[in-house]
């Protein structure tokens, strides 16, 4: 979508490395949102965030830390500690304050050397 | 029973046909409702939200049954370019904004 803009599109990612997604929107929306997908399976939420310097653990956030410093910005760390980190990363943004559609940066997909 | 359940298909359907996809959830106190699609290697991107009086945007048409728990989308007149997954989404009620994401129906449609 425009106005989410997720960085870089492919990541590759030594065995012991931590790694940062980046995703920056411009859409002045409150919250931001992380998925993992796998092939062939849906969205899995990793970790969210309502408002600057707050965010959640989703289903899946083991090995995985964020922060949330600005309302534009909700960059996500795959640790070494996320021993299956191969998935296609997806960020999404959500304005007001109820149950409103998600919008998709474009992703990340991220592999293991 | 999972939150949101579709069929994950595959349909296969020739050009200019009708079809036809549903989705069952289980949480009645559920507040929004969202069809999205998704193209092979792509974000998922909106293709409408549903309302309870049923909405239509062209060639789409969404129906909610509350009393039946389940969501519907019709697309009349198949183009190849709908072939994609259909993902039925669901907001449940509350603050927290989290949406239930179903697993996709994967449509094709054959020239």
């Known amino acids: 979508d425009g106005g989410i803009t997720q960085s870089p599109k492919y990541l590759f990612r030594k065995e012991g490395q931590n790694v940062t997604l980046s995703c920056e929107q411009n859409?002045?929306?409150?919250?931001m949102y992380w998925y993992r997908q796998d092939p062939g399976q849906g969205l899995r939420l990793i970790y969210y965030s309502q408002i600057v310097n707050d965010f959640q653990k989703g289903d899946i956030a083991e090995g995985y830390s964020v922060s949330r410093e600005k309302k534009e910005s909700f960059p996500l760390t795959v640790t070494s500690a996320q021993k299956n980190p191969t998935a296609f990363y997806l960020c999404a943004t959500q304005w007001g304050q109820g149950n409103q559609p998600q919008h998709f940066g474009d992703g990340t997909r991220l592999s293991i050397l | 029973r999972k939150e949101v359940e579709q069929d994950p298909g595959p349909f296969n359907v020739p050009e200019g046909a009708t079809v036809a996809f549903n989705c069952t959830y289980s949480n009645s106190a559920s507040q929004s409702f969202f069809w999205y699609r998704q193209d092979c290697r792509k974000e998922p991107k909106l293709l409408m939200s549903v309302y309870s009086s049923g909405n239509e945007d062209g060639r789409f048409t969404a129906q909610l049954n509350r009393a039946s728990q389940y969501i519907s989308l019709l697309i009349r007149d198949s183009k190849l370019s709908d072939s994609a997954t259909y993902l039925c989404v669901v907001g449940n009620a509350g603050n927290n904004r989290k949406l239930i994401w179903g697993l996709g129906t994967s449509l094709a449609v054959n020239p």
């Open positions: 859409l002045n929306h409150d919250a």
